[in-house]
């Protein structure tokens, strides 16, 4: 019965529910801003990928274009990226962001400490689980800060408009 009750609710919400990048939603709630110690631009050159690795880049990066969760950048920051094959054969394409982090004036909200999160369920019958997929890409970037998360592939320069994976403060925004 529970199973029943549960399709009817998600066929009810359909939209609430992604199964592509193209299909997820975008908060109006809040953005994230990015705030620097100093202002010298972090640019490095692209890392070095093999020809079969950097036509699955290609292939990343254009899915990201047509979800217009990134764009082309002429930014003078450029992060480089590397490409991470998943356990399922997939592949994650990652900014490498450390640099940016160290510049990255630290956001001071409190991050909530498993074991306090699992005693409030002590007792409780019932709870629920939800992994938002792409959790970070439904929410946007401050405009002012887009230019701060480009990267660079060897095929281009790009900049995220909404939150990327591998930034300090994106845990505390979400």
């Given at each position: 019965?529970?199973e029943d009750?549960?399709m ?5 919400f359909r939209?609430?529910f ?7 939603g975008?908060?109006?709630i809040?953005e994230?801003?990015?705030?620097l110690?100093?202002d010298t ?7 070095r990928l ?5 036509l699955v880049v290609?292939d ?5 274009l ?7 950048s002429?930014?003078?920051?450029a ?6 094959k998943?356990k399922n054969?997939?592949h994650?394409?990652?900014?490498d ?14 991050m909530p400490v498993i074991?306090d ?9 019932y709870?629920?689980s939800?992994?938002?997929k792409s959790g ?10 887009r ?5 660079v592939t060897?095929?281009g ?5 909404r939150?990327?994976f ?5 845990p505390a925004?979400?």
């Open positions: 019965m529970q009750e549960l009817t609710m998600v066929n009810e939209d609430c992604a199964l592509n990048l193209h299909e997820l975008m908060t109006d809040t994230m801003h990015i705030q110690h100093d631009p972090v640019s490095y050159k692209p890392y093999p020809y079969s690795e950097r290609r990343i990066v254009n899915e990201l047509d979800a217009k969760i990134i764009r082309d002429n930014s003078s920051y992060s480089p990226i590397v490409l991470v998943k054969g997939e994650r394409l990652c900014v962001y450390r640099a940016l982090n160290k510049k990255t004036i630290k956001d001071s909200y409190p074991d999160q699992l005693d409030r369920l002590s007792g409780k019958v709870f629920t939800l992994d938002l970070y890409y439904q929410i946007p970037m401050a405009e002012g800060s230019h701060l998360t480009a990267f060897p095929d320069h790009y900049e995220y408009t939150i990327p591998g930034l300090v403060n994106a925004v979400f």
